[in-house]
C-alpha cells in the first residue's frame, strides 16, 4: 500500500523561507514522477512543481518559478520543495502526489497522479 508524508509547513513572514519534505512508501515502481501541488481557500488545486525518479526533467509553474526548487533523494524515498521570497499568496496547503507516468503537457493536472499525501498547511503572514 502507497502512503505518502508531507511535512515542513509553519507560519512564516513574507519573504522568508520554508522547505517541505515528502516522504512515499510502498511505491513499487522504481520509476515515478514526484509532484507538489497546492490548494488555497475557495481556490482549486493547482500544480507547483514537478521531478522525475533521476531528477533531470522538472517542471515549474509560471507563480513559483525563480523563487522555488524541488529536489529529491532516492536513498530515503524523499522530495523536497525550497521555498524561499514567500508571498501572502504561496499560503495553502500543500500537496504531495505521485505517479508513473507524467507527461509534460499535463503534470500539473490532479487526475494524472493516483497516489496523494493528506497535505500541509503554509502560511504566509506578517
Known amino acids: 500500500q502507497v502512503h505518502i508524508v508531507e511535512s515542513g509547513g509553519g507560519l512564516v513572514q513574507p519573504g522568508g523561507s520554508l522547505r517541505l519534505s515528502c516522504k512515499a512508501s510502498?511505491?513499487?515502481?522504481?520509476?515515478?514522477?514526484v509532484t507538489w501541488f497546492r490548494q488555497a481557500p475557495g481556490k482549486k488545486r493547482e500544480g507547483v512543481a514537478c521531478?522525475?525518479?533521476?531528477?533531470?526533467?522538472?517542471y515549474y509553474s509560471d507563480s513559483v518559478k525563480d523563487r522555488f526548487t524541488i529536489s529529491r533523494d532516492n536513498a530515503l524515498n524523499a522530495v523536497y520543495l525550497q521555498m524561499n521570497s514567500l508571498k501572502p499568496e504561496d499560503t495553502a496547503v500543500y500537496y504531495c502526489?505521485?505517479?508513473?507516468?507524467?507527461?509534460?503537457?499535463?503534470?500539473?493536472?490532479?487526475?494524472?497522479?493516483?497516489?496523494w499525501g493528506q497535505g500541509t498547511q503554509v502560511t504566509v503572514s506578517s
Open positions: 521531478i522525475s525518479s533521476d531528477g533531470d526533467t522538472k
Open positions: 502526489a505521485a505517479d508513473e507516468v507524467v507527461l509534460a503537457s499535463t503534470w500539473d493536472w490532479i487526475y494524472e497522479y493516483d497516489y
Open positions: 510502498g511505491i513499487t515502481r522504481d520509476y515515478y514522477f
